[in-house]
């Protein structure tokens, strides 16, 4: 773990911020899981013509879901059955970029469309004077990859995946990941690129956002994301409770840690969702801060820690003088993006 690695090199400093900077981390992706799921099923219910003030609010569907399905999955010490949710996952969300990707074919929300008077003001397309800007470098740009290292973020589970592959080499990890970060890439792209043509510079943080209430395909991708997000969430909690337990030198083998954490956690999460709604501040500023540290700089500063002191592993390859200086490069990158992210 990075922990573990941290107090090799380093020594208890460095080891305790970055596994609390993993804690966090792991908190936001779970509150931008929350705020899914509360849009998610209040849009649903409100399709079906059920708009009461409260039982149909974000926050009161928020609970019920938390309550009835998600509390259940994360006291589960065994995720080994949400393999096959994780794969419906991917489904759903293939079928939200086959649904975005038909409105905006059919121009179901253009001035013209079926649906452009059934949304809010806000959520119409909105276009430069000039038309469609296909490729522009701005300051938002940092804004973007701040959102982009929140969305190919997945180290903290990386020793987990890694213990859990039925081949358990560095090069049979590479090819998974690889595969994984490419079509995940694919589906990302996509999404981005279709909501962009539809709306423009009104996409909403939460893409179906845009999406009228009364849109039956887009209430069946909000369902489809909503199965989605509901089934992963457990995966990031155990993260959060991992790093929740080594931040504070938790036993959590104990039931009276285990249950604790895990309500405690589950409430501040649920919380949060029930306050905040802004789906893209949450992962652009969670992505600039946390994903900028955990995914560049620590990773460049143990190697080129490592470097300097000469510390390997066991089987592994000692770091040159080239590994070295381009973690250096990381880091920098790593300091660009958080520093400039996060102020714009």
Not at 89 to 105: P, T
Not at 208 to 234: C, H, K, Q
Not at 237 to 262: E, H, I, M, Q, W
């Amino acid at each position: 773990t990075y922990k573990e690695c941290g107090e090799v090199l380093s020594g208890p400093i460095l080891a305790e911020t970055m596994t609390i900077l993993c804690l966090l981390k792991t908190a936001a992706g779970c509150l931008a899981y929350s705020i899914v799921i509360g849009e998610s099923c209040s849009r649903i219910l409100h399709f079906f013509a059920l708009h009461d003030p409260f039982w149909t609010s974000r926050q009161a569907t928020l609970i019920i879901v938390t309550v009835c399905i998600l509390l259940p999955l994360v006291l589960q010490r065994d995720l080994s059955i949400l393999s096959y949710t994780s794969l419906l996952g991917i489904a759903g969300e293939v079928f939200v970029v086959a649904v975005m990707q038909a409105r905006y074919l059919d121009g179901s929300y253009t001035p013209a469309g079926q649906f452009y008077d059934s949304t809010r003001l806000d959520d119409h397309p909105s276009f430069y004077a000039n038309g469609i800007h296909y490729f522009k470098i701005s300051m938002m740009t940092f804004v973007l990859f701040g959102s982009l290292s929140q969305a190919f973020f997945a180290h903290y589970n990386g020793p987990k995946f890694y213990s859990q592959l039925r081949c358990t080499s560095p090069r049979h990890f590479s090819i998974v990941v690889g595969i994984g970060f490419f079509i995940s890439w694919i589906i990302y792209a996509w999404v981005m690129s279709v909501g962009y043509l539809t709306f423009g510079n009104a996409c909403d943080g939460l893409i179906l956002n845009n999406y009228a209430e009364e849109d039956s395909w887009a209430t069946a991708a909000r369902a489809a994301i909503g199965f989605a997000v509901m089934f992963g969430f457990p995966l990031t909690f155990t993260s959060l409770r991992d790093n929740t337990v080594a931040a504070f030198g938790l036993d959590d083998r104990k039931r009276s840690v285990f249950y604790p954490v895990t309500f405690a956690l589950l409430l501040l999460i649920t919380a949060g969702g029930c306050f905040l709604e802004n789906l893209g501040l949450v992962n652009s500023l969670g992505g600039a801060i946390f994903g900028a540290c955990i995914a560049l700089i620590f990773p460049g500063a143990l190697v080129y820690l490592a470097w300097r002191s000469g510390q390997v592993g066991v089987g592994h390859a000692e770091f040159g003088r080239t590994e070295g200086r381009m973690a250096l490069l990381i880091v920098a990158g790593g300091f660009v993006i958080l520093v400039l992210g996060s102020a714009v």
